[in-house]
């Protein structure tokens, strides 16, 4: 359930905010600070789900890839220590008419 402030004749704020999965691994992020950066690369929701439900099981959880929504191509595991992964392919733009 969303509880909404209400301010000024209207719904302004979202009181709080409580995701069933984690947003930030479907959104992904990036951020930089003082001494140290960060990147979260986005994942499939349905990767996500079922590993919410393994870990709700008991179970450990499968290792995820990136994924991208309309990527054509592949990601696989790098090779070299410093990057976990490679993208090869396109991504196509979807069209709002």
Known sequence: MVNLVYLNSSYVLVLRYCP??????????EGIGTGWSTKVPNFNPREIVENMRRLIRGEEPKEMVPWYKNFRGTITRSRRP??????????DQQRHD
């Open 20 to 29: 069933i999965i984690p947003t930030v691994l479907v959104n992904g992020a």
């Open 82 to 91: 410093a990057v976990r992964v490679q993208r090869r392919g396109r991504r």
